[in-house]
């Protein structure tokens, strides 16, 4: 059987990339220079990077190691998206833009050390305060180096998908979360706690789970935005929320974000709905009050009369059925446990 040899279609463009500038101590803020670049199919931006530095301008600076899309060392923003370098293929973004124009800015949340280059000592001093590491549970880890430390399937799927992380910072660089308050851990840090307090090896699961609750662990307000840009599909996002699960049922309850969180269910569970107007109280308990009041307050200017009560949605049976079910799971899954 013949078969006709398939020739790759092979499409080039005249771009424009706008880089930005920046040394501190000798700019007084940011700047952008502009260059132009032949860009071909299959055309990376850490190739566009390297050839403009070889070229054009050998000033620009930029950090990059593996370009295999291992280290994460390469990350920048591309048009406002946290993207790896040495992965992501140029053309198509001129493409989808419809312009041959590309913005390539350094990742955001973090100092800048020069042009593309960032430091990222803030997110590793985080992440040391998680104890990213494994602390051996001696009734699961054996003694002997020649004796293998074994898990179920089920239990390596509770945190296999995190492994894949390779620290690149493009969840922090995205994080609003972090971009308000930079005294949040981040979803990477949060992640890579939960990667090890769920690992059935490990024996540090509750001085890590108070880590996260001290970092943050209830700051995130799940955008996703982590999840979008995670070269690596970790879904940092996901691992978060779990996170929290967690420490609710390890018994870390008495903090805002917790009380939100049962109220949250509860609330749906009875109403269908969230209980808004006494939310405040219950969740930061009588220093609540100033909110409500301010709130009714808001409401009376507006001629709005405030009120109290929540109604009850149509749904509501519906609701409780579903709660009623996520139990009954739960309680089997406790069950089939060895």
């Known amino acids: 059987m013949v078969t006709e040899k398939i020739i790759p279609k092979r499409e080039s463009m005249q771009a424009n990339i706008r880089i930005q500038r920046f040394t501190p101590g000798r700019d007084r803020s940011p700047y952008y220079d502009n260059f132009s670049l032949e860009v071909d199919t299959g055309t990376t931006i850490l190739a566009a990077l390297h050839a403009i530095k070889d070229e054009q301008d050998s000033s620009l600076t930029f950090r990059a190691f593996c370009r295999s899309a291992i280290c994460g060392s390469c990350t920048v923003r591309v048009n406002g998206r946290s993207v790896l370098a040495c992965s992501t293929q140029l053309l ?23 042009d593309l280059v960032v430091d990222i000592d803030p997110i590793l001093e985080k992440l040391s305060k998680m104890h990213p590491y494994l602390v051996e549970n001696p009734e ?3 003694e002997a ?5 074994l898990m179920s399937q089920e239990e390596l799927n509770e945190f296999d998908y995190m492994t894949d992380c390779i620290l690149c910072g493009a969840c922090y660089s995205a994080c609003s979360s972090v971009k308000a308050d930079g005294t949040y851990a981040g979803p990477l840090t949060i992640a890579k706690a939960y990667r090890f307090s769920v690992d059935v090896r490990d024996d540090f699961r509750g001085t890590r789970n ?3 609750v001290d970092q ?3 700051s995130c307000v799940q955008c996703r935005k982590c999840i979008r840009v995670c070269p690596k599909d970790t879904r940092p ?6 996170a929290r699960k967690l420490t609710i049922d390890d018994g870390i309850q008495d903090t805002p ?13 009875r109403y269908g709905q969230v209980n808004k107007p006494m939310l405040p109280v219950v969740v930061f308990g009588t220093r609540g009050w100033d909110a409500i009041e301010a709130a009714e307050a808001g409401l009376r200017k507006h001629n709005i009369k405030p009120t109290r009560e929540v109604c009850t949605l149509d749904g509501k049976d519906g609701a409780a059925k579903v709660f009623e079910k996520v139990r009954e799971v739960e309680q089997q899954k406790q069950e089939d446990k060895p």
Do not use: C, H
């Not at 974000?257 to 569970?269: H, L, M, N, Q, V």
């Open 237 to 242: 996002a996901d691992s978060v929320r779990r």
């Open 92 to 114: 198509p973004i001129l493409k989808d833009f419809r312009k041959g124009s590309v913005t390539i800015e350094p990742m955001a949340n973090l100092p800048v050390l020069r």
């Open 145 to 149: 180096l020649e004796r293998e430390s």
């Open 140 to 142: 699961r880890v054996p």
């Open 210 to 212: 108070q880590a996260a």
């Open 257 to 269: 974000g917790s009380r939100r969180a049962k109220a949250y269910t509860a609330d749906i569970e």
């Open 216 to 218: 943050g662990l209830w």
